[in-house]
């Protein structure tokens, strides 16, 4: 698979979200364009269709085109009698909290099972407690069973690093040997996704010389724009019934500005956005039910005042 904005490191290819467009896909990044085309190919259609509904996200876009082309591909190869060969599609997800990681590795299961490569397609969620055990042997063991379920579906392993923050004595490193067992025993049968904050990720990855060449595809997942983050919370908005003043807009729009610039290393993007739009629906309950307002108009508005960031409650990391 090419991407002109990919950089291969050790073999691994690198996706950066970097948003810019690519002109070897259509509009909206798509490798179709008549209706026709789309028909034909519907299963890439609807997750296009699907990764539409999310604000950024433009490089996942283009890498399902290419995972999608190559699969397609490969039936044609095997029609004519040629070889088809598979890929192991284990991958790195790498960024800040609520920057679609999580979203996109559930896209992906779901994309994969449609395809054929995942038998199951299901979506398996794991942290350090449901891997590493409390005694010599049962950490191997524990991982082996989470394997076993994983078994034809996606394992998502968020702040995967924790594996390793015990040093070499730490049982961690026992389940950290098991996965890389499994990931070159049983390379097709899973995807394993290891997800955290791009610095741990690369330092975790080091601590291992097996493990980076067993990710063939890495995506860094970029802090959103200010704009992308406004977009956010217009669709957050709309999808509640709520009409933000322009005021209030602008309001938001200066506090997000300055706080990705003060906590750009672990601001949390989309779930700090939702937090905010949720408690500034509170406020504004508490706001209404003061004035005694509750006609139509005044229950769809949200003004400035509704969001208070000088004393909010939401933590932004």
């Known amino acids: 698979m090419s991407n002109p904005v990919n950089s291969k490191k050790r073999g691994r290819i690198n996706v950066v979200l970097n948003h810019k467009p690519n002109e070897k896909f259509g509009q909206n990044g798509s490798l179709f364009q008549t209706e026709e085309e789309k028909e034909a190919h519907d299963i890439l259609t609807r997750f296009e269709k699907k990764l539409e509904e999310y604000v950024g996200l433009e490089e996942v876009k283009r890498l399902v085109n290419e995972i999608y082309a190559w ?5 044609r190869r095997e029609e004519q009698g040629l070889k088809a060969s598979k890929q192991v599609l284990h991958m790195i997800f790498k960024g800040n909290p609520g920057t679609g990681k999580t ?3 559930r896209i992906i299961a779901e994309f994969l099972h449609q395809m054929g490569v995942l038998a199951k397609g299901h979506f398996m969620e794991v942290e350090r407690a449901d891997l590493v055990g409390e005694y010599i042997g049962h950490t191997a063991q524990k991982t082996r069973d989470v394997l076993k379920k994983a ?3 996606v394992l998502f392993i968020d702040e995967a690093y924790s594996l390793a923050r015990g040093g070499e004595k730490d049982f961690g490193k026992e389940a950290i040997d098991t996965l890389v067992k499994a990931m070159e025993d049983h390379q097709h049968d899973f995807v394993l996704i290891l997800a955290g904050y791009s610095r741990e990720m690369d330092y975790f990855l080091s601590l291992n010389p ?3 060449s067993r990710f063939p ?7 959103y724009t200010t704009d992308e ?3 956010m919370v217009r669709r957050m908005l709309s999808e509640r019934e709520y009409v933000l003043t322009q005021e209030g807009e602008f309001h938001i729009k200066e506090h997000i500005r300055r706080i990705r610039q003060e906590q750009e290393r672990t601001f949390s993007n989309g779930r700090y956005i939702r937090n905010i739009i949720e408690e500034g629906i509170r406020l504004q309950a508490v706001r209404l039910l003061k004035d005694n307002t ?5 229950l769809l508005t949200m003004k400035r ?5 000088h004393s909010s409650h939401v933590k932004v990391n």
């Open 229 to 231: 983050l406004m977009e």
């Open 151 to 153: 078994s034809g579906g």
């Open 217 to 223: 595809i890495a995506i860094d997942f970029p802090n």
């Open 210 to 212: 097996g493990l980076p």
């Open 294 to 298: 509750f006609d139509r108009d005044s």
């Open 71 to 75: 699969l397609f591909i490969n039936q």
């Open 103 to 105: 979203t996109v590795a």
């Open 305 to 309: 005042e509704d969001f208070k960031f």
